[in-house]
């Protein structure tokens, strides 16, 4: 599939952005099942929230919306893939044009606004997944959203829960998306506690197989936060079962030093010139929560050398899309081998030891 798509590139990357995401997402519907990645280095296994993944390194939200591909995706070598936002009705978001690549800088602008499918045919795809348990399953997230036009957003998530959380194996509250007015406001601690009571509820009351607990509920913030905000985030996330925190999604930023002709459009941007902001945030958030809960680490990730440092910031597990764009589905290999490397020349034996390492005192000779 790599090589297929070294072919393939400079093609794509021609065409405008929409049009080669739908006929990415198209050829990897079709690609055979005969290109299963080999396996795993033992050092990249790791257990978060009670579930095994075979590699930290994750499929970020927005590439699958509609739950159309995670099992090719998953082929690529992801440990695991989160598909969506899903909204609870289908809506078509924002006007095109609303995706732009900045190829000088490694970046994207998207101002998508939430297309979705909806919940209920995303919840038909999920729903023929292999039950837990069964080794052909993989891991996939899935990140709710709420619609344009709802003037309840607790509901939707409410919605969201009880429609795709009997076939998620992790769920995402994402509330930090720029494209839909209100959205990022949900993040503020008056309006955060009681949603996250809301849909903590519902996913309480999720039926399950037997012995198969809820799955765990993860918050997705902005990078545009200010340290009062972090804050108030990872005090309501400790106090309110939320399993976990996604840092970041897209800025509304704009680092200096942008390069291309679609550097002033609106919306979020992502790619390397995310990085260093989603990182800061990332290593701030490990500080506030004291290193209690598992944070993903998304923002920029073009490399292992990237995703080494997100997690020696805090990051249990990290995601990643934009470097997909430039750089392919090779690039999920060549993440897994450089970590691996990393992690053995640094003396941990698995990944889960590396996390936070930056926050620790070096140790010392005796
Ligand atoms: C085209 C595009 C669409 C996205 N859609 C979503 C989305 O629906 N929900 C979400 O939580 N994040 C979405 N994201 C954000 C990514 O999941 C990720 O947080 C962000 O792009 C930073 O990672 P990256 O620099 O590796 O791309 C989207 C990003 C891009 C580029």
Redesign the pocket.
Same mark, same amino acid.
């Given at each position: 599939m790599s090589g297929f798509y070294d072919l393939v590139r400079p093609l794509l990357l021609r065409l405008p952005p929409e049009a080669a995401?739908r006929l990415t997402l198209r050829a990897l519907a079709l690609a055979p099942r005969r290109h299963a990645t080999p396996g795993d280095a033992p050092s990249l296994a790791t257990r978060v929230w009670g579930i095994d993944f075979p590699n930290p390194v994750g499929l970020?939200?927005?590439?699958d919306?509609d739950a159309e591909v995670f099992d090719p995706a998953l082929r690529l070598g992801f440990g695991f893939v989160?598909i969506?936002?899903v909204t609870p009705l289908p809506q078509p978001g924002n006007p095109r044009p609303r995706?732009f690549r900045l190829k000088g800088s490694a970046a @994207?602008i *998207?101002r998508?606004g939430?297309n979705s499918v909806g919940a209920a045919p995303a919840a038909s795809r999920l729903r023929l997944r292999p039950p837990p348990g069964d080794p052909g399953r993989g891991i996939v997230g899935v990140?709710l959203?709420k619609n344009r036009d709802s003037a309840d957003a607790a509901a939707d998530y409410v919605e969201g829960v009880r429609a795709l959380g009997p076939y998620a194996d992790y769920l @995402?509250v *994402?509330i930090?998306?720029p494209n839909t007015p209100g959205l990022r406001a949900l993040q503020m601690r008056a309006v955060l506690a009681p949603l996250l009571d809301a849909v903590e509820t519902a996913r309480r009351a999720l039926g399950r197989a037997p012995g198969v607990p809820p799955p765990p509920l993860l918050v997705?913030i902005a990078p545009d936060l200010s340290e009062e905000e972090r804050a108030d985030i990872a005090a309501v996330a400790l106090d309110h079962g939320v399993g976990g925190l996604?840092v970041?999604?897209?800025t509304v930023s704009r680092p200096p030093g942008l390069a291309g002709p679609h550097a002033g459009e609106a919306g979020?941007l992502?790619?390397?010139p995310?990085?260093a902001l989603?990182t800061a945030v990332l290593a701030d958030m490990y500080r506030l929560t004291g290193g209690r809960l598992p944070l993903v680490g998304?923002?920029?990730?073009a490399g292992g050398a990237d995703a080494y440092a997100k997690i020696r910031a805090g990051a249990s597990l990290v995601?990643?899309?934009?470097?997909l764009?430039y750089q392919g589905p090779g690039l999920v290999g060549a993440i897994k081998r450089d970590l691996a490397a990393a992690l053995a020349a640094d003396g941990f034996a698995h990944v889960a030891d590396a996390v936070g390492a930056d926050h620790r005192p070096p140790a010392t000779i005796p």
């Open positions: 995401h970020a939200a927005g590439f919306k989160e969506g936002s995706l @994207v *998207n998508l939430f990140n959203g @995402v *994402n930090s998306s997705k996604i970041s999604n897209t979020g992502s790619g390397r995310l990085f989603s998304v923002g920029g990730i995601q990643l899309y934009t470097g764009v």
